[in-house]
């Protein structure tokens, strides 16, 4: 393998390599006094919190745990509030529930929440009326309207991003010290969802979700002091360097942590060989995770893992497949075989919405309930066949009544796209879709 990596590494190493998805701000003082501001503020999360993500993260590595990461593709600055936080928090938690039912494992919960701000876009101008504006590019960088001064790249906005993130954050915290029965209830969505559209199926989903919660506290008991159940985690995609760097701190054991979330991830855009996020990665010490698209060939993933992972450490490394229903079967095979060859400790998640995104018929980007079920189902049979195992998965959802993907038997037409569809830039399921989406994996895994 090159030594392209050889260069000893700093948190602005990153600068010396290709950026892409880059933002060009028009005046580079303002940057950089944001830059200076953010770095003298503190950290988000504590590296001891992120140390035991780690150690979770092996744990399913090992088949002893699974981990669940979802939740919005954009978190946006206007969602900062009590109900929507909670709402987040109350979702990720109750499906946990049904996961770990299903999988018959403990479960990580992993929010893509409190900092979710930075998008990648495939097209960096969007034109409407003859218009072009820059592309939204999360409410890190610009706003979503539609007018010049909007999608003007502002630096202030990453103070802004950093305070929204810690007011989350503190909001989660103290959920997570009240009352636990609060946290696994989805009633008043539930409600919402039922008057939108009833069906059996959605009722049969809900009913084992009640279930599972009364053999949770038969079980458990009430649940005021257990740590361990009440565990949440945050990650978001490490996009934006300028913002990651400036929230990576050195922690007490020498070792340098981005301390902005728990768990960053790269996206599939910026999963390039020699690049700046790839080099910004491989320095923090958290557990990361990238996205694997169909285009990366085996020996580039392989490369990549040493990369990332140069002492195979258990927990350090996750890879989030996201190939889409067709193309899962014909690309997962080879990855997982040079994986193995290589003997590289990883674990394998599952995202099977970003694979699957089209256009529908009236112009509006979507999903497919079936398509996002037939990739997770071949994703855990693929996985099986191979003597590997798929040990997470993550999703794009929301506890919000949307109607952004179609299908399921919430049966959300194309034709009703445009009556609930809330989400800033991807498609999400709503609670219904996934708890059915859930529900079906134990089912398949049976056969
Ligand atoms: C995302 O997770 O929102 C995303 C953009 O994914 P990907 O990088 O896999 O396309
Ligand atoms: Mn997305």
Known sequence: ?????????????????????????????????VIDKLRQLPPLVSATEVDSLKSHIADAQAGKAFILQG??????????????????????MSLSLLVSQQTKKPVVRIGRIAGQYAKPRSE???????????????????????????????????????????LTLNYIRSLLEGDISDLFQLEQESQNLLSLKTNAKLHQSLDQFREAMRLFHQANGPQHNSRHWLEFF??????????????????NNGKWYNLSTHYPWVGMRTTIQ??????????????IAIKVGKNLSPETLVELCKVLNPNNEAGRLTLIQRFGHQSIAQVLPDMIKAVQAAELKVLWSCDP?????????????????????????????????HHSHLGGVHL????????????????????????????????????????????????KQQH
């Open 124 to 166: 960096l101008t969007e034109t409407q009326d003859q218009t072009t504006l820059p592309s939204y590019r999360g409410d890190l960088v610009n706003h979503v309207h539609f007018s010049e001064s909007s999608r003007m790249p502002d630096p202030a906005r990453m103070l802004q991003g950093y305070s929204y993130a810690s």
């Open 353 to 385: 919405m970003h694979g699957n995104t089209r256009v529908s018929a009236n112009g509006i980007k979507t999903r497919d309930f079936l398509h996002i079920q037939s990739e997770l189902q071949q994703a855990f049979e693929i996985h099986a066949t």
């Open 274 to 287: 020699d690049s700046a996020h790839i080099e910004y990665l491989r320095g923090i010490a958290n557990p």
């Open 1 to 33: 393998m090159s030594n392209r990596y050889a260069d000893e590494w700093s948190p602005d190493s990153w600068k010396r390599k290709p950026v892409s998805q880059q933002i060009k701000y028009g005046n580079s003082e303002a940057l950089a006094q």
């Open 71 to 92: 939740g919005d593709c954009a978190e946006s600055f206007s969602d900062c509030n009590a109900e929507a936080i909670s709402q987040k928090v109350r979702l990720l």
């Open 396 to 443: 794009e959802m929301t506890a919000e009544a949307v109607m952004e993907c179609v299908g399921g038997s919430y049966g959300v037409t194309e034709q009703e796209l445009d009556k609930a569809y809330t989400s800033l830039v991807d498609p999400r399921l709503n609670a219904a879709q996934v708890f059915e989406l859930i529900d079906s994996i134990e089912q």
């Open 234 to 251: 945050t990650s978001h995609e490490a996009l934006h360097l300028h913002y990651e760097e400036a929230l990576t701190r050195k922690a």
